[in-house]
């Protein structure tokens, strides 16, 4: 095969996998600004209602069982992102705002869910991060130093200030992750996560629910807006064969680090003992609309027959 016959074959197998890398995209399964309410269902109006301000006002009150959800079209498994604004008027001490993704059970205790937490249960104004598997295996942090699994800085929330919650289920490595900032602002106050024992799948209701922890009585009172719940298609949704890996000879200027998180940190290399590690997460497929990609591909593929056949 001479030198032309290389480059158009070149040629054609970069057009042809550069057309099918957009093909795939994160799905949005909902979102919405509180224009309106349709399809919010609650027991308890006084508590869950549309205000006048364009958000969606929250009274979780302990030991009413009252409750605001928005039911799926179909039950989602896999990896996904759950953003929202919330902004806390009163968060009395023995209440917490929670919000996330979970069952029709609606109950904060019962698993699967993914819920974050404006958690006041002990006058720690903590943010915290809530999973419990099917098999109802809980796993939890909070944003105080030394409490469940966190060592990073204390970090409280106020009321009468405005957050950003990002949510993340990486359903590869079991893990999900909580990351908050202010509005508009990429910069996160707090960023952790939790590993997951046991799966997290069928999940089919948004909900902010008052079942769960909580003192009777005790009151916590503020607004929610900008719910977004995206699909990812850029993470597997299945737990990968586990693969053994080498480390080669430890150089102290290398760096390891984790791929693909909110949370991530530097480790020197001469740091980490000789042993067999787990597996890197895989680094995810950026996603994108499909456009003009597959037909440049297909065209390539076209016009280099036609050249050859000429020949």
């Not at 309410?37 to 006002?57: K, P, V």
């Not at 202010?182 to 629910?209: A, Q, R």
């Amino acid at each position: 095969m001479n030198l032309r016959n290389n480059l158009l074959l070149i040629i054609i197998l970069y057009l042809t996998i550069t057309s099918c890398s957009g093909v795939f995209a994160d799905r949005v399964l909902f979102s919405t600004d509180f224009t309106d309410i349709q399809g919010w269902e609650t027991n308890s109006n006084n508590s869950f209602f549309l205000d006048s301000s364009g958000r969606y006002h929250y009274l979780i009150e302990g030991g009413t069982g009252s409750y605001a959800s928005y039911p799926l079209s179909e039950p989602h498994t896999g990896p996904f992102t759950l953003e929202f604004d919330v902004y806390p008027v009163s968060t009395d001490e023995k209440s917490s705002f929670r919000f996330g993704l979970g069952t029709d059970s609606l109950d904060s205790q019962k698993g699967p869910l993914i819920i974050a937490e404006l958690n006041n249960q002990n006058g720690d104004n903590a943010f915290s991060l809530v999973a419990i598997s099917k098999e109802n295996l809980r796993s939890k942090t909070f944003s105080i130093m030394g409490k469940e699994n966190y060592s990073g800085n204390t970090v409280r929330f106020a009321d009468g200030e405005e957050y950003h919650i990002r949510l993340t289920w990486y359903p590869v490595d079991k893990r999900v992750s909580i990351t908050v900032t202010k509005p508009g602002d990429n910069v996160p106050l707090f960023s952790h996560f939790v590993k997951v024992s046991g799966k997290i799948e069928e999940l089919t209701h948004l909900f902010i629910t008052s079942t769960g922890e909580g003192q009777n009585g005790m009151k916590a009172e503020g607004f929610i807006d900008n719910i977004s719940l995206t699909a990812l298609s850029s993470i597997p949704a299945t737990t990968e064969p586990t693969i053994t890996q080498t480390l080669m000879t430890p150089t102290p200027t290398l760096l390891v680090k984790t791929i693909d998180t909110p949370e991530e940190y530097e480790i020197p290399l001469a740091d980490i003992p000789d042993r067999t590690p787990l597996p890197t997460p895989p680094v995810p497929t950026p996603t994108q609309e499909s456009g003009f990609l597959p037909w440049i591909g297909i065209s390539g593929i076209c016009i280099a027959l036609l050249f050859m056949r000429k020949r």
